[in-house]
């Protein structure tokens, strides 16, 4: 348990156990969220919209954190983290391309899981997943919750695609194989590489649900990947490269906005199944909307028309 988390803890069993409630005291916000609680999706509810168990159960524990959150982030030993929610709020106005490369349930992950604060790296899940017992959050939404606080994001090759909805792929440097769904019908081919997150099943061990839209890596190669990760000091086999990889993932290198960053100016185009992205993140040069740009040290200008028309209108 983290300073922020204890903290918190502290704040919210001392301010409910005083006998005046001031406007803008926990009470108050405890009391909201109580009320939110009760309009929070239920499980049975995606289940009739034909999701699958473990799909609804993360669903309605998504629900329960977003609605949690909307009171919660307003006490004191979080207000660090408030303000950045809303400067990161303004600036990326998540939703869906051509508004935002952005994606709503992007920012969600990263401003609650993975933006951390502190000497401890907390994050806003972590603070929450510590407030279980004062919410009454059941087993299962508490499992997903730490899920969520334990996922990352990855780039993972595609090694098959079954179905729309499905896929098998291989994420590099840990060379881990693993089935996944995405809701998102992704219509991929093998040996794309994808940006994603992904929560495992609560049941099936083989797996996994994709809960961001892919991002799909343009311009470069698995091998330009594998050596972005080396000047990283990431390289496959070696002692502690899968920390240094979860780490980079979601930490962004102590920098809360590296991949946000990334994800907004290395935007290429997209289709409604995925969204393009084309760079590298330690080369902003190969960033198309950074102000360093430059075509040459990315690829040829009819390159990157070509992908982008490629893009937009579907590949072969």
């Not at 907390?122 to 087993?139: D, K, R």
């Not at 495992?200 to 343009?218: A, C, R």
Request: with cysteine; charged share 25%; aromatic share 12%.
């Amino acid at each position: 348990m983290g300073q922020i988390s204890n903290k918190m803890l502290t704040e919210v069993r001392t301010t409910l156990s005083r006998p005046i409630i001031n406007i803008a005291d926990i009470r108050k916000a405890k009391k909201n969220a109580q009320a939110k609680l009760k309009t929070v999706k239920s499980v049975e509810n995606f289940l009739k919209e034909g999701h699958t168990h473990d799909e609804a159960i993360y669903g309605n524990t998504q629900h329960l954190a977003s609605m949690l959150s909307e009171d919660l982030i307003m006490i004191d030993p979080l207000d660090h983290m408030y303000r950045f929610w809303v400067k990161m709020e303004d600036l990326h106005m998540p939703a869906f391309p051509p508004i935002s490369p952005m994606t709503r349930t992007y920012f969600f992950y990263w401003t609650h899981f993975d933006a951390s604060f502190g000497s401890d790296n907390e994050t806003f899940g972590n603070c929450l997943l510590n407030l279980v017992g004062e919410y009454g959050i059941n087993p299962d939404q508490k499992k997903a919750l730490q899920n969520f606080c334990e996922s990352r994001m990855g780039i993972y090759e595609v090694v098959d695609t079954p179905s729309v909805d499905r896929c098998a792929v291989r994420e590099l440097v840990t060379n881990c194989h693993l089935d996944v769904q995405l809701r998102s019908g992704y219509n991929g081919k093998r040996g794309d590489i994808i940006f994603m997150r992904l929560l495992p099943s609560l049941s099936d061990g083989n797996m996994h649900y994709g809960v961001t839209t892919p991002y799909q890596l343009e311009g470069y190669s698995k091998s330009d990947w594998l050596n972005y990760f080396a000047r990283q000091n990431i390289v496959p086999g070696i002692k502690d490269a899968e920390e240094k990889l979860y780490r980079l993932f979601k930490y962004g290198n102590g920098d809360n906005e590296y991949w946000s960053e990334f994800v907004c100016l290395a935007y290429l185009n997209y289709r409604s199944d995925a969204i393009f992205l084309c760079g590298l993140p330690d080369k902003k040069s190969t960033w198309r909307h950074h102000d360093s740009f430059n075509a040459l040290a990315n690829y040829n200008a009819a390159a990157l028309k070509a992908i982008s028309l490629g893009c937009l209108h579907g590949r072969k």
